[in-house]
């Protein structure tokens, strides 16, 4: 995907582990890796996968090249989670659709995945970066408050085919550096 402006590869202290800027075919992985994983994990239904294309195709057709970003981690070479920065206004990024494969778990992929998009969250010059999620996440919730992250809201909902506490996440990243 070209809009992505290449490939980045950033490599951990893991051997075999990188995190690399999107290619052919990852955001249709992300979509399907998301609806198999919640429906296993949370035995939520296809509503799940349906907002989660949604969001993605959306990234996919306004792509804002310097404002957004996704990446893949790979594990020697394996697809293993994702995480997208999207533009949610002048000011605020949202950090959208964090994933990391079962198998792939306690190898510090979320964290560095979170990390990553903060960091480009900083460097593009936004004054925040909130997200949406839900209590039974629990694991990605650890991630967002050691990376700074505060609750800021919590609302019940019924989504997905489960009773569901929906959440809103805050960082604070200063003042705007760029528009």
Request: proline letters at 3%; charged letters at 25%; a negative charge.
């Amino acid at each position: 995907m070209a809009h992505n402006g290449g490939v980045e590869t950033r490599s951990s202290d893991e051997g075999g582990v990188a995190i690399r800027t999107l290619e052919p075919g990852d955001i249709e992985w992300a979509i399907e890796r998301h609806g198999a994983i919640y429906a296993e994990e949370f035995g939520w239904n296809s509503e799940f996968e349906d907002l989660v294309a949604e969001i993605l195709t959306a990234y996919e057709a306004n792509h804002r090249p310097g404002r957004e970003q996704a990446w893949i981690a790979t594990v020697d070479g394996a697809r293993a989670g994702c995480v997208f920065c999207c533009q949610l206004d002048a000011e605020t990024a949202q950090l959208r659709t964090l994933v990391v494969e079962p198998w792939a778990r306690g190898l510090g992929l979320g964290r560095t995945l979170v990390s990553t998009c903060v960091d480009f969250a900083r460097t593009a010059g936004y004054a925040d970066v909130v997200l949406w999620t839900n209590h039974v996440l629990v694991a990605a919730r650890r991630i967002y408050e050691a990376a700074g992250f505060t609750l800021e809201e919590s609302e019940p909902h019924r989504s997905f085919g489960a009773d569901l506490v929906g959440q809103t996440w805050r960082l604070s990243l200063g003042e705007p550096t760029s528009r």
